[in-house]
């Protein structure tokens, strides 16, 4: 299973509504991830299970979609926000992990 | 709370074995919740699932790694380890250890990274 991210990158300004989407080539549920990643440091758990959202996670992150369409949405940007975030699945019968190829969100 | 941490040579030489330990702390890698797994990013360059080791001893692994890598739990069965075997320059890269839903695959904890390089 392959994932897709659009846009590849993206600037935007603080307090703008950010849409990231994640393409799956075949259906995959609701089985994926969302993760933000700062330079230099380790990926951070967003959202699980499509929509649910990791606790001490800001509530302005929201995920959405199912089956081979899902949506990362971010309400108001933040500064903190400026990073780039991978989608990732599992596959249920391989039980092998794919991340998308990232987004990259930077400041207009 | 949980913790993981990498550890190992930060240089290898071409064609030799990379190999990494990632301890866990606050967890236990026997958990039936949770399989633990192996991710790098080569620098500027996306996140790469690397593979993973189940409870029960299972392994999976990326099919365009799988002939050279090498998942295994120690004894202690809070450490894991990775074995890259014939390594390039194309293997230089941040290592990640991180745990994963057994159930939807989401890794919620991981270690810090470590970066390995390949140059002779």
């Known amino acids: 299973i392959q994932l897709t991210q659009s846009p590849s990158s993206l600037s935007a300004s603080v307090g703008d509504r950010v849409t990231i989407t994640c393409r799956a080539s075949q259906g995959i549920s609701s089985y994926l991830a969302w993760y933000q990643q700062k330079p230099g440091k380790a990926p951070k758990l967003l959202i699980y299970?499509?929509?649910s959202l990791q606790s001490g996670v800001p509530s302005r992150f929201s995920g959405d979609g199912s089956g081979t369409e899902f949506t990362l949405t971010i309400s108001s940007l933040q500064p903190e926000d400026f990073a780039t975030y991978y989608c990732q699945q599992l596959n249920s019968y391989s039980r092998r992990v794919t991340f998308g190829p990232g987004t990259k969100v930077d400041i207009k | 709370q949980l913790q993981l941490q990498e550890s190992g040579p930060g240089l290898v030489r071409p064609s030799e074995t990379l190999s990494l330990t990632c301890t866990v702390s606050?967890?236990?890698?026997?958990?039936?919740?949770?399989?633990w797994g192996w991710v790098r990013q080569p620098p500027g360059k996306g996140l790469e699932w690397i593979g993973s080791i189940y409870y029960s001893g299972n392994t999976h692994y990326n099919p365009s790694l799988t002939r050279r890598v090498t998942i295994s739990v120690e004894t202690s069965k809070i450490q894991f380890s990775l074995k890259v075997n014939s390594v390039t320059a194309a293997d230089t890269a941040v290592y990640y250890c991180?745990?994963?839903?057994?159930?939807?695959?989401?890794?919620?904890?991981w270690g810090q990274g470590t970066l390995v390089t390949v140059s002779s």
């Open positions: 299970g499509a929509s």
């Open positions: 991180a745990r994963h839903s057994a159930n939807w695959g989401f890794a919620d904890y």
């Open positions: 606050g967890d236990s890698i026997s958990s039936r919740n949770y399989f």
